[in-house]
């Protein structure tokens, strides 16, 4: 057997090969950047201040209408991208001293209901007809905010990073209405200057438009885009230009109050309830229109939605996004330094075993080519476990550079203070401090067709098992047939992100993909086309740990729906002993080597349907030679818009020589979403997990009774099941309310 607790060397960067690969990417990264002129700079739509009102309504016949220029004549994304879109769409802006005002009329040629889910706010974009509005008030071609609706006038709201993402979590004070005929949808907006940020001064935003058809499986935007990229990619807007500056926000200021009541209820080894209080709220202050500063006071979380249940089979955690607003306006700023495996920072490790006192944030645009991200927040103690009150100090800097690329700093600093017991056992078990500080380059080419990332971090502790250092490097190319890519990465054993997400230490990674798609005319198949993926994972002695290698083939059809086919091999040398049921049987050793083949076949309905459904399923061995079995899928029907049904039901098979035998385990959700309205919602969501013998159901009621104010009434109940013993409830009533100046 290969000695896998060899010692490793102390730098990672110290194995010449890796070093080489880094500096290699990096400098390949620098040279294919230019300054190149913004792709739809000649897509220019004039907005001009009105003086008479506007009512949102989703009736055009206000003057301010018919002195709007006009956008229209859009150019058709999908199916094809050669030509106008066959859909007839028509936008209108104007603003006065207090708000942005939109109105969008959307003609059907084709008649026949419109497509929605239903009347909630931020909408899955594939699964209903819907306009979305993309703004770039830096016109950096690399953040800003999105805006539209669903054809049942749903709201979607969200920030933009990275060039083309929306955090949808993101949500803003703003109103809107639509209107629904036989051969149009209108849908009118008014979003208030101080909902958004933008720098004082200039006349020119990056602006785009987007509408999803599905009558017709027409996609289409305002400006030109090639169908291999989303129509929020911000490399592809066009310029909004304003007869005059946007008027300067003047004093913006918002305080958020909240107060709740709850009942809770624990039936361990003995029943208790608690009746709970709470008082707390957020203060958002505009430093300048670009810029915000962001204070929380004994938050509260209690209305998140809750996480949904997975089977989990892996070796290493598992990752759950961030969900609770505070930490979300200009979340790239801090969220998204590293890989999805490598995240120097990860807000969700704050507050996660006790209350957060107090929070402050800075954010947002120092100027056109510069951002901040500041961040400071302060957790209570647990006497009970020795858990001592701790800071967390976040600071992002992040620098534009070519046309649409940058170069990022980021410290993230965790300091414990006031432990219960000033002993060496709560020292060890909560380290004193845990530091990271690191740089980053993102590269995005005008044109979108190439993109990637190198990043350096290092990590300090009181001891030296916490003083390690990560970096990684990748490139991308994406063109309409071809897409393929190269990445290396590299954490080491010393390596420690406390308040970030590292589920794996001690490795190089090396992996590669190569995909290409054919486009066949008149069929109803709109594009097909193989994809081959290799990874491999070595120690920091370069002896090979792990190998996954995919051959896949995607069918993706004209009518939306799609199939995927995979063939798998893949190869495993365990680092440490490994239960791979999950359910608490015996181990598997450190140092055993299993390698298996498996085929997975993944298919998507058309969204179209009110009966929509996405199956899988997984045949091919397992470790010990073993066999695994699987087969998922996620079934929905709608009364659109206003009932939603869905279940997520998985089953796993496993069958191994003893002491394992066989193991089987089901995991089984189910919602209900009611929309009443665009303002009144109800949602169940039922989760069994028995491969955690885990029952869960949470109900929540919210009422928005005035823009971003709310009112919830949330019920959760936890039940474990055997040979666990165990049950909680709780009964939270919340209401907030945004005062703004």
Excluded at 71 to 98: C, W
Excluded at 258 to 269: E, I, M
Excluded at 423 to 448: C, Q, W
């Amino acid at each position: 057997m290969e000695n896998i607790n060899a010692k490793a060397p102390t730098n990672i960067l110290e194995n010449s090969t890796m070093k080489n690969y880094f500096l290699f990417l990096l400098i390949g990264m620098i040279m294919l950047q230019t300054n190149a002129q913004k792709k739809n700079e000649a897509f220019r739509l004039n907005i001009r201040k009105t003086t008479s009102p506007v009512i949102i309504d989703g009736i055009v016949d206000e003057e301010a209408w018919k002195n709007a220029d006009v956008a229209d004549d859009f150019f058709m994304v999908l199916p094809t991208d050669t030509g106008k879109a066959n859909q007839h769409s028509e936008i209108r802006m104007t603003y006065d001293d207090k708000n942005l005002y939109l109105v969008a009329t959307f003609y059907n040629n084709i008649p026949g209901p419109y497509f929605v889910e239903s009347l909630r706010r931020d909408f899955s974009f594939g699964k209903n007809d819907n306009f979305l509005l993309f703004i770039d008030p830096f016109n950096n071609q690399t953040t800003g905010f999105s805006f539209g609706s669903n054809a049942a006038g749903a709201q979607w709201d969200g920030t933009m990073n990275n060039g083309g993402s929306v955090d949808l979590n993101w949500d803003s004070k703003w109103i809107s209405v639509v209107k629904q005929e036989k051969e149009k949808w209108v849908f009118e907006m008014a979003v208030p200057f101080k909902s958004i940020r933008y720098k004082e001064g200039v006349t020119e935003w990056g602006i785009n438009f987007s509408r999803l058809d599905l009558k017709s499986s027409e996609k289409s935007s305002w400006t030109p885009i090639p169908r291999q990229f989303p129509t929020a990619s911000l490399a592809y807007t066009g310029v909004l230009v304003w007869d005059a500056p946007p008027p300067s926000q003047g004093i913006n200021f918002s305080l958020i109050p909240y107060v709740l009541g709850a009942v809770n209820k624990s039936t361990d080894t003995e029943s208790h309830t608690d009746y709970e209080t709470k008082i707390g709220g957020d203060v958002k202050f505009a430093v300048s229109s670009s810029l915000n500063l962001d204070l929380t006071i004994n938050p509260d979380f209690s209305q998140v939605e809750v996480d949904r249940q997975i089977t989990n089979l892996d070796r290493f955690e598992l990752f759950f996004p961030e969900k609770r607003q505070f930490f979300l306006e200009n979340a790239d700023l801090f969220a998204n330094y590293g890989y999805s495996t490598i995240r120097p920072f990860f807000s969700r490790r704050i507050g996660l075993d006790v209350p957060i006192h107090a929070g402050i944030r800075l954010s947002g645009n120092l100027s056109e080519k510069w951002r901040i991200g500041v961040m400071d927040m302060q957790t209570d103690n647990d006497d009970d476990i020795g858990l001592p009150s701790q800071n967390f100090g976040v600071l992002s800097f992040q620098k534009k550079v070519f046309s649409r690329s940058s170069i990022g700093l980021m410290f993230v600093n965790k300091e414990s203070i006031n432990y219960p017991e000033d002993t060496d056992e709560f020292h060890t078990i909560y380290p004193k401090y845990n530091r990271n500080l690191g740089l980053e380059y993102n590269l995005a080419s005008f044109n979108n067709l190439w993109t990637g990332k190198a990043f350096l971090f290092k990590s300090f502790s009181p001891d030296d098992l916490g003083n390690g250092i990560t970096q990684a490097a990748n490139i991308e190319y994406k063109s309409q047939k071809w897409n393929w890519g190269i990445q290396e990465e590299s954490v080491g054993e010393n390596y420690r992100a406390e308040v970030g997400f590292v589920p794996r230490n001690g490795y190089i990674k090396m992996s590669s993909f190569l995909g290409y798609l054919f486009y066949p005319k008149d069929s109803k198949i709109l594009s097909h086309g193989p994809k081959w993926t290799s990874i491999y994972f070595f120690n920091e002695s370069m002896e090979r740990t792990d190998n996954l290698n995919l051959l896949q083939y995607f069918l993706n059809f004209r009518n939306r729906s799609s199939l995927r086919m995979t063939l798998i091999d893949e190869y495993v040398e365990l680092l440490e002993p490994f239960d791979p049921t999950g359910s608490g049987k015996p181990e598997l050793p450190a140092g055993s080597k299993h390698n298996w083949n498996a085929v997975r076949l993944n298919y998507e309905s058309k969204p179209q349907s009110m009966f929509t459904y996405t199956i899988g399923g997984r045949i091919g061995g397992y470790y010990e030679d073993g066999n695994w079995f699987s087969v998922t899928n996620e079934l929905g029907y709608r009364f659109q818009p206003y009932v939603s049904l869905s279940s997520n039901i998985s089953y796993n098979y496993i069958s191994m020589p003893e002491p394992w035998n066989k193991t089987d385990f089901w995991l089984i959700g189910s919602e209900i979403d009611i929309t009443f309205t665009n303002k009144l919602f109800f949602a169940t969501l039922f989760q069994y997990n028995e491969q955690s013998k885990n029952f869960n159901l949470n109900s929540r009621l919210q009422w928005r009774y005035k823009p971003a104010s709310d009112l919830y009434l949330v019920y959760t109940n936890n039940q474990l099941l055997e040979p666990y013993t165990g049950r909680s409830w709780s009964l939270t009533l919340k209401l907030t309310y945004w005062f703004n100046k």
